[in-house]
């Protein structure tokens, strides 16, 4: 049934029978600790037998689990070079004391996180895992292997993983990969409902569909495996664009740099351009308080300039 389908004994408004918009969303238990070489769609069918899965359905699955059964597990103590391996370009770096440095790196898949994905949680103790090396064709095989087992059409995969964001605080699940679902709802060029039209409005459909599952998974129960239902119109006969369409492309990111990054850059460049470095001090203080001005100096955790 779609979210928007009629919804028996569900609220009505007087003016006829309820069309509520429903989402339902389970995380089954008993999935085990999944192993390099294991059959990862085979476990998941497994769990998933007595889910009673209907066409229009989304399983999700942590990009862990899939990692682990393709083998991207390295040893622990490599860990920081497994970070350089599976960096592409440096966004930010700072220093932690009495720990190694946080990065936050565009990674080979193009997503911009912490540590390029490397993860230490929910693994054996002395290993860490990286991302599939192709999430999207992990998401399209395992959604092959179900829709053969269910007998299903029309089935949706998106696989997981934990990012921060440049503006919040706090952690959310986002798809790394995805197969028969809309991963991105277009709007632009109809009206909301005012009437007023819709001009930059896309919606991340399969990130909101990450986010939920985790809601119902967790990070500590076990739980890998989660069903959405009721996103039944975003649900396709073909595997899709994958979740790749996601990544923004390097001429619409305006945060390609971090801020420390960015204040070296410059300083390194008025430094060559004036010659001296009392001539690039004041130029790097000029543009410093014309760029951020009073903001950086009252409340916003950046430090200013000496002597301002």
């Known amino acids: 049934m779609s979210e928007h389908d009629a919804a028996p004994g569900g609220p009505d408004d007087g003016a006829g029978p309820s069309r509520s918009a429903r989402l339902t969303v389970w995380a089954p238990e008993g999935l085990g600790e999944v192993r390099p070489g294991d059959d990862l769609a085979a476990l998941v ?104 087992r269910f007998g299903l059409d029309r089935l949706g995969v998106v696989v997981t993983d934990t990012a921060g964001r440049a503006w919040r605080d706090g952690l959310v699940d986002v798809a790394v990969g995805a197969a028969g679902i809309v991963v991105a709802d277009d709007l632009r060029g109809g009206v909301d409902t005012h009437g007023r039209p819709l001009s930059v409005t896309v919606t991340a459909v399969a990130d909101e569909v990450a986010a939920a599952s985790e809601l119902v998974r967790g990070k500590a129960t076990g739980r890998a495996v989660a069903v959405v239902r009721g996103l039944d119109r975003y649900v396709g006969d073909d595997d899709g664009p994958g979740a790749r369409v996601l990544v923004r492309s390097s001429t619409d990111d305006l945060f390609r740099e971090g801020s420390a990054e960015a204040y070296a850059r410059g300083y390194a460049a008025a430094r060559r351009e004036h010659g001296s470095a009392a001539a690039s001090e004041a130029a790097y203080a000029d543009g410093y308080r014309e760029g951020f001005g009073e903001g950086f100096r009252e409340g916003s955790g950046h430090e200013p300039l000496p002597g301002d």
């Open 45 to 148: 069918g497994d769990l998933l037998a007595g889910e009673a899965l209907a066409d229009g359905d989304v399983v999700v699955v942590t990009s862990k689990i899939v990692s682990k059964a393709e083998g991207r597990v390295v040893a622990a103590v490599d860990r920081e070079q497994a970070i350089t391996d599976e960096t592409v370009r440096v966004v930010a770096t700072r220093e932690r004391p009495g720990q190694p440095p946080l990065r936050i790196v565009e990674n080979r898949l193009g997503l911009v996180m912490a540590a390029a994905g490397v993860d230490a949680s929910n693994t054996p103790e002395g290993t860490v895992l990286l991302l599939p090396l192709d999430p999207d064709a992990s998401a399209r095989a395992l959604r092959a292997a179900l829709r053969a």
